[in-house]
């Protein structure tokens, strides 16, 4: 019994009219815009960071804040979160762009799916933005209450 509905449920293929191919074909270009953009940006900041990591070992006088290699490791850590949501979404653009011109359902699918990884790669660096957030903000409530 769940042999055949199996069978049954492979059978089926979507069907996407006109204006689904539409939305599709200009949701692949524009997400193909945005990984460019994000590329660029991802490049920068990784020049950023290491750059930063390098300052680290420059005595500027200052001796107040942050460190340098801090700063640029975080710098790193950035660009390489962006480097890889614009590699999720290029892939995405790639296959769902050649989906609709070759017509293949499997790519389509292969193209939803690097859509639905970025989107949990997403939520997860947005999770982890917020709790460092939170817990920078309570580190410098308490260092803040501690130097008075």
Do not use: H
């Amino acid at each position: 019994m769940e042999s055949i509905e199996r069978e049954t449920m492979e059978d089926q293929s979507l069907i996407l009219n006109e204006r689904g191919q539409i939305a599709l074909r200009r949701a692949g270009y524009w997400g193909r815009f945005m990984s460019v953009l994000g590329f660029i940006s991802a490049v920068l900041m990784i020049i950023l960071g290491l750059f930063m990591f390098l300052a680290g070992s420059i005595d500027f006088g200052d001796g107040a804040g942050i460190p340098y290699p801090v700063v640029g490791g975080i710098y790193l850590a950035i660009g390489i979160i962006q480097f890889v949501a614009s590699l999720l979404l290029w892939q995405f653009s790639d296959k769902v762009d050649l989906a609709i011109k070759t017509e293949d359902t499997q790519l389509l699918g292969d193209g939803l799916q690097k859509l639905m990884v970025l989107f949990r790669f997403l939520v997860l660096t947005t999770v982890i933005s917020i709790a460092l957030f939170v817990l920078s903000l309570f580190a410098t409530i308490l260092l803040t209450m501690l130097s008075l």
